[in-house]
Nanobody, 124 residues
Framework: QVQLVESGGGSVQAGGSLRLSCAASGYPCLAWFRQAPGKEREGVAVIAATGTTTYADSVKGRFIISKDNADTIVYLQMSSLRPEDTAMYFC??????????????????????WGQGTQVTVSS
């Protein structure tokens, strides 16, 4: 059974930084999503098997997704955090990294496995 385990969440003031980590079980196409209370889960950042990255417009220039060479850990470095970044952050992995995954890489439907989430709270 695939297990994704996130860590690194916490509370920070606006303008601060946090780094999230996820034990990714060797799956090559990985993503971070977030879900705020009362809102839909949204894709934040994606990293493909090749290392190519995709970001939601709301985090471009502030967040960086990366992974280790063995695809066992995926990171999300978050900088210049804003109160609107407050959410539960989830790690996600795709079983197959084909065209269908690529077209849906920022949507929940693109992923097969999910972590339990880690809370990020940004205060103003």
């Amino acid at each position: 059974q695939v297990q994704l385990v996130e860590s690194g969440g916490g509370s920070v003031q606006a303008g601060g930084s946090l780094r999230l980590s996820c034990a990714a079980s060797g799956y090559p196409c990985l993503a971070w999503f977030r879900q705020a209370p009362g809102k839909e889960r949204e894709g934040v950042a994606v990293i493909a098997a090749t290392g190519t990255t995709t970001y939601a417009d709301s985090v471009k220039g502030r967040f960086i997704i990366s992974k280790d060479n063995a695809d066992t850990i995926v990171y999300l470095q978050m900088s210049s955090l804003r109160p609107e970044d407050t959410a539960m952050y989830f790690c996600a992995a795709a079983r197959v990294c084909g065209l269908k995954w690529y077209e849906n890489r920022l949507f929940r439907s693109g992923y097969d496995y999910w972590g339990q989430g880690t809370q990020v709270t940004v205060s103003s």
